[in-house]
């Protein structure tokens, strides 16, 4: 063999065991961090093996095998998924797979699988994994592998990616409906302390919208432009519903940090300006969620009052103006009972509560009921067509609110400058300098034959902080939830609610999660009445009488009643559900 070759052979044997060094010590470090992440001298292998077994299991591995995997240790399991999910080379297939098993974790029926429900039981367990998810940040985890999936899909987004991103929004959702402990600070995470609606839910909706209009677009040209049109399928409408629900939810009582949202609100126009009869009368339910994200949001209330930063990035899209021109005439176009379903999609209470004490809900109240009395008044003169507004009707509308909101206005003044005076703000001369209150009425009309806008909001607050740990301190430090008085419903705009009565809370008329009674014979969700005692003094808000906190009394029996109402809901969805996933859990 002359010199030539045995350098060549040596050279192959070198890299050889070169590989093979490189291999022991990744193997070393791999039982290192294995001991120091699970605690065991097994080393990575519970991380090699989930991956293992979703693979053999056809990317289909379901929340109930890892349970029985990591041996019915929630914690482990819960922690072993986040791990695996933080690994960025992992197959596309496997990062949807970790997403579907983590909406098992907070599904009813990966629980009562033998039909059983045990109440406190299952509460426990929603309430283990709200702190697990909390401690291990479990949300923004999910995030980052469900962000890449949603943004560098084409545009036409396929059924397995629909299936992650409303997987993961419907985790949050459930976390929230079924916790009894701590759901308030986990629902202002979403917002605070998590990039979910700026990285998924933004963008999923606006690919979701995407889809419909270029639908209808392409509907409409293929006459002159024969070319495959895109199909609207089912898993859009639903995202549509799902991204809508996760943005109100997020947004309730935020503040400052909801108003950092209205920059980007620009999806509520483009939906408004989709086809009335082939898509909104047909999806009423999505008409009813987005103006449940705009009174959660506050944006028809106009830009007075807001931080300039935040104005000055708004397109003219985002403005209430615009907002309210498209709404009040896309009402008036809507069959009567398309527009009963929105609005009694808007006021029912389901899990995610909505801002019946914000400006919006008066103004979105107002502009209904009145549209519906002009629609009612069409129909009892016997139009054989569906009623819309005439001009008279409109000029009226028109007249009747910009009266009714003139005078909500100067009556929050009013609140505002009483308020001053009892706490010592105000000196004699500004007393003696209150102008009267005919002086006050709003005199700018921003929408011409629309009404007004003028609307002033409580305060402006500071724009939304930078870093995560500031905007934590101020939700839970600055941050105060306005209470209203219960308002009565327009008789004709009553809808049927599937929610029983006597689960919704006396106050604002949401499902309670844990419900108390008070010796004037009314219920109400603890947290609510016990911001109202914090608020407004010790009294009933219902009956006037005195009440104070240790009064309220835990009802047991109500609460396990609503628990099995929610967990029976959430079964019986979830059957028509498991037919159009692709994954089971």
Not at 276 to 287: D, K, M
Not at 304 to 316: E, F, K
Not at 401 to 420: C, G, H, N, P
Not at 538 to 550: A, Y
Request: proline share 5%; aromatic share 6%.
């Amino acid at each position: 063999m002359c010199a030539k070759e045995v350098t060549a052979q040596k050279g192959i044997l070198t890299g050889a065991l070169q590989r093979m060094n490189k291999n022991w010590e990744q193997i070393l470090t791999d039982k290192e961090q294995g001991r120091d992440l699970y605690g065991t001298s097994l080393g990575r292998i519970h991380e090699y093996m989930v991956v293992l077994l979703s693979r053999v299991c056809d990317y289909k591995f379901t929340t109930l095998q890892l349970i029985e995997f990591s041996s019915e240790r929630l914690s482990f399991a819960l922690f072993l998924l986040s791990t695996v999910m933080k690994v960025v080379g992992y197959e596309r297939e496997f990062r949807m797979n970790c997403i579907t098993i983590l909406k098992g974790f907070s599904s009813p029926i990966t629980y009562f699988t033998d039909g059983a429900v045990q109440h406190q039981e299952f509460a426990d367990r929603i309430n283990s994994l709200l702190s697990q998810v909390q401690r291990l940040n479990l949300l923004q985890v999910a995030c980052d592998a469900v962000a890449p999936l949603v943004t560098s899909s084409p545009m036409f987004l396929d059924a397995t990616t629909h299936i992650a991103a409303q997987q993961f929004m419907n985790f949050a959702i459930d976390v929230y409906r079924f916790a009894t402990i701590g759901a308030t600070g986990f629902r202002q995470t979403l917002l605070v302390n998590t990039a979910i609606v700026d990285r998924v839910v933004l963008p999923y909706l606006l690919r979701c919208m995407a889809v419909v209009a270029k639908h209808f677009q392409m509907q409409t040209a293929y006459d002159t432009d024969p070319k495959p049109i895109p199909k609207m399928t089912k898993e859009v409408c639903v995202g549509m519903r799902t991204a809508l629900d996760f943005l109100a939810l997020a947004s309730f009582h935020m503040g400052s940090h909801s108003q950092a949202l209205l920059p980007q609100n620009v999806f509520t126009l483009d939906i408004l300006q989709l086809p009335v009869n082939e898509f909104l009368c047909q999806q009423p339910e999505i008409l009813s969620r987005l103006l449940h994200v705009n009174v959660n949001l506050d944006s028809l209330a106009g830009e007075h009052g807001l931080p300039p930063a935040i104005v000055s990035r708004m397109t003219p899209g985002c403005q209430a103006s615009n907002i309210m021109m498209h709404l009040a005439q896309l009402l008036a176009v809507l069959p009567m009972e398309t527009l009963v379903q929105v609005y009694a999609g808007v006021i029912e209470s389901r899990a995610i509560p909505i801002a019946k004490d914000s400006t919006s809900f008066d103004i979105l109240e107002n502009l209904i009921v009145q549209t519906t009395e002009a629609k009612q008044r069409g129909t009892d003169c016997g139009a054989d067509t569906i009623p819309v507004l005439s001009s008279t009707d409109l000029d009226k509308l028109t007249a009747d609110l910009d009266k009714q909101f003139e005078q909500l206005t100067m009556a929050k003044e009013e609140v505002q400058f009483i308020k001053q005076a009892l706490n010592g703000d105000l000196g004699s001369s500004d007393i003696q300098s209150r102008p009267s209150t005919a002086s006050q009425a709003c005199s700018t009309r921003l929408l011409g034959a629309l009404p007004s806008l003028n609307m002033t909001r409580a305060a402006a607050t500071p724009e939304r902080p930078t870093t995560a740990e500031a905007r934590s301190a101020d939700i839970f430090t600055s941050q105060t939830v306005k209470l209203s008085m219960p308002r009565s419903i327009v008789a004709p705009m009553k809808g049927p609610t599937g929610c029983p009565k006597d689960f919704k809370c006396a106050i604002n008329g949401h499902v309670m999660k844990n419900p108390v009674d008070s010796p004037t014979g009314h219920t109400f969700e603890r947290e609510t009445i016990e911001y109202w005692l914090h608020q407004n003094g010790s009294v009933c808000p219902i009956t006037g009488k005195p009440l104070t906190k240790e009064e309220l009394v835990l009802n047991t029996k109500l609460q396990h009643k609503i628990s099995s109402w929610l967990i029976k809901e959430a079964l019986s969805s979830s059957v028509q559900d498991e037919q159009d996933d692709l994954y089971a859990f």
